[in-house]
């Protein structure tokens, strides 16, 4: 049986506030560190087609520079606007050192 999860990257390879592009599943996603805790989330915003790893992570928060949104990175609802639709979040988790995402289990929106 073939399993949905897959292997992103290193569990130590992010300092906080940092974030990489990662795809899975054939999704983009972004690999996020907010304060040494990873999240796993689309890679755009729910608002504009805009790519948010361009944007910065902040108080567990992602950030679109385009508009100014912020999306919680624990649930994607958006916490400031003008985005009023969440962005989807992805379990993950590490073993041996490695992450894994499964892409086929979003929370939220897709």
């Not at 390879?13 to 560190?33: D, F, H, I, S």
């Amino acid at each position: 049986m073939d399993t949905p999860w897959v292997k992103v990257g290193s569990a130590e390879e992010l300092r906080p506030g940092q974030m990489k592009r990662v795809t899975a599943g054939g999704r983009r996603l972004l690999l996020c560190n907010a304060d040494g805790t990873l999240h796993c989330v689309d890679e755009m915003c729910s608002h504009e087609d805009y790519s948010l790893h361009l944007g910065c992570i902040q108080e567990g928060r992602i950030k679109c520079s385009l508009h100014g949104s912020y999306f919680d990175l624990e649930t994607g609802r958006p916490t400031v606007e003008p985005a009023t639709e969440p962005i989807a979040v992805y379990p993950l988790r590490i073993e041996a050192g490695e992450v894994w995402v499964d892409p086929t289990n979003p929370i939220g929106s897709d």
